[in-house]
């Protein structure tokens, strides 16, 4: 299977059968071939059941979070990504609570994601320093949305694929 889209928020399989199918899957990944994971509206309940979906073979992670999602269980998700997902190409992440642990696990992710084909990134959220001076220099990087938080000075960028960008200041403005 090449992609999977869905809107949790249309609730198209219920925490119950999620659990069961858990369970009959024994820690395999449901849909091993999949290349695409594309997921809206994320509650609460869902977020712990998204990892059932990746695989080795999934290479874009697309996430919409729905309306204040539980921070430990989100960053329990987002930092398995690269070990179910270890080819990772293209990440997005809409949603995220600010949060420092946030900041963490979409960093730690970022820098996790092999460096030489990674070409994708948009996440609501701030990064670390280590993580933005990764970002800004990756060769293959065509799409970027970054949150740049606070005072800090802008950072040395060499992205000569780069076509796409968005950049949120969220800060004080001197």
Not at 7 to 29: C, F, G, H, W, Y
């Amino acid at each position: 299977m090449r992609e999977i889209v869905m809107d949790a928020s249309e609730k198209p399989i219920t925490p119950d059968i999620l659990q069961v199918l858990q369970l009959r899957t024994a820690n395999n990944p449901w849909l091993p071939g999949l290349r695409e994971f594309t997921c809206y509206e994320v509650t609460a309940a869902f977020v712990p059941f998204v990892p059932l979906f990746l695989s080795p073979q999934t290479v874009e992670v697309f996430i919409v979070f729905a309306e204040d999602p539980p921070t430990a269980v989100v960053v329990s998700t987002i930092s398995r990504l690269p070990t179910l997902c270890p080819d990772l190409k293209y990440i997005a992440f809409y949603g995220l609570p600010r949060h420092p642990v946030i900041t963490e696990a979409v960093s730690e992710t970022l820098l996790a994601c092999k460096r030489d084909t990674f070409q994708l990134f948009r996440a609501n959220s701030p990064l670390t320093e280590e993580a933005r001076e990764v970002l800004y220099q990756l060769p293959r990087l065509f799409g970027l949305w970054a949150v740049i938080q606070g005072p800090t000075s802008l950072p040395k960028v060499a992205l000569p694929n780069l076509t796409t960008i968005g950049v949120e200041y969220d800060g004080d403005l001197d």
